[in-house]
């Protein structure tokens, strides 16, 4: 079955209104002087005017309009001033235009009516408060408009800085581990290259070259399967068993539900590391690490475990209760005795800790214990979330013509 490529965005977005502001500001503009019209066009029928009236009506309805656009180009250039400016330039600019609106007004009704007993006074007169409300009105829902438009960019702005803080911070997290892990490899490859051991050597090269290229391709605040996470531990592994061979050994149990479940990149590479440094190299017949995958209700549960020492009392507790002390991350930290563990290589689990806090907050569990059965155990439970993959079949006919245009 052929495979299209997901676009994760509906075929048919909705725009926001004021996504486009031009736009936004011309159809506002329309519909708030074309109502204006209609309820002096009704109001003229309603109080038998002749259908000729509705020529001076059309003519106020283009000078309000025109006037309007005038004022929108001062306001432009004073709404980002300072208070005082702002509203007493507005307050005269806006003086200014009802009196040239309401002249113009006076002035054609008095030509379409040059017998009125009215003088041109009270004509004036009547114009201005009609036109004050027309123009006021529009005058207090341009700035009450931009300034909401303003707020609304400001908090898009501090949305998009925090998430870049928080993604800057995540990619630390992931690439604080690389030096530790390629120090490791890069000192097991030199002493290889002492004993002339040259075939394991250039085998252990060619197999951290292959590892690192798998994690530099994803993104560091990218999430990844399960099913790719493991397949990037694999090779992490292939690496370790070139050190230990037989000592080390493996098993993987994912379930098929879990398989496609998100979690962040490279996220199990330290706790093997953990229980290979404290579990296989520790012991002289080595451990078999388990690593397991499985949905519990909404949670992604994944366990890496050992069959080494377990958590101890005493030994490195000073070394990994200093690290774990600083923490101020919001996720429990370990009891007493797991704290003072000696099967806790400190900044992985507390980078870890880091991670999860960062990408999940609150909702997420991480669990270091020992085994019942002898041994030591780390339990993450994150939010489940799923890659979802269309195919020709899930897909709609609409759908199915952009990706295939897409991949032309």
Do not use: C
Request: charged share 15%; glycine share 6%; hydrophobic share 45%.
């Amino acid at each position: 079955m052929a495979v299209l490529p997901f676009n994760p965005t509906p075929f048919f977005r909705p725009t926001p209104f004021f996504g486009n502001k031009n736009r936004a500001f011309w159809q506002l503009e329309l519909l708030g002087w074309g109502g204006s019209m209609l309820l002096r066009v009704v109001s003229s029928l309603a109080n038998a005017q002749p259908w000729s009236f509705l020529v001076i009506v059309l003519i106020a309805t283009i000078t309000g309009f025109s006037i309007s656009m005038i004022l929108s180009v001062i306001y432009r250039a004073l709404i980002n001033r300072r208070p005082f400016v702002t509203w007493g330039v507005t307050t005269l600019v806006l003086a200014l235009a009802v009196g040239l609106y309401a002249f113009i007004d006076s002035w054609l009704i008095s030509l379409y009516r040059p017998s009125t007993e009215q003088g041109f006074a009270q004509l004036f007169l009547g114009a201005f408060y009609l036109d004050l409300t027309l123009l006021g009105a529009w005058s207090a829902l341009y700035y009450a408009i931009n300034f909401f438009l303003q707020v609304e960019e400001r908090n898009d702005q501090l949305l998009k800085l925090e998430a870049q803080a928080t993604s800057a911070q995540l990619a630390m997290l992931r690439y604080q581990l690389n030096p530790h892990f390629l120090f490791n490899t890069l000192n097991s490859i030199s002493t290889l290259v002492l004993l002339k051991q040259t075939e394991p050597a250039n085998a252990m090269l060619s197999r951290l070259s292959s590892f690192l290229r798998h994690t530099l391709v994803n993104d560091a605040t990218a999430r990844v399967t399960v099913a790719q996470e493991v397949e990037t531990l694999k090779l992490y592994l292939d690496i370790e068993r070139m050190r230990f061979e037989e000592r080390l050994r493996t098993e993987f149990i994912i379930e098929d539900a879990a398989r496609n479940a998100l979690m962040p990149s490279l996220l199990l590479q330290p706790l093997v590391e953990n229980a290979i440094k404290y579990a296989v190299s520790a012991l002289e017949e080595g451990a078999e690490i388990t690593v397991s995958a499985q949905l519990v209700g909404p949670m992604l549960r994944v366990t890496v475990s050992d069959t080494g020492p377990g958590l101890q009392s005493d030994g490195d507790a000073t070394r990994s209760s200093t690290v774990t002390s600083d923490s101020t991350d919001p996720v429990p930290q370990p009891s007493d005795n797991q704290t003072t563990s000696a099967n806790s290589t400190g900044l992985g689990l507390a980078n870890i800790r880091d991670r999860l806090a960062q990408a999940y907050g609150d909702n997420q569990v991480f669990e270091a214990t020992n085994r019942p059965e002898g041994g030591f155990q780390v339990v993450l439970e994150l939010p489940f979330e799923a890659r979802v993959i269309l195919t020709e079949a899930n897909i709609s006919p609409p759908q199915r013509a952009m990706a295939a245009l897409g991949s032309r």
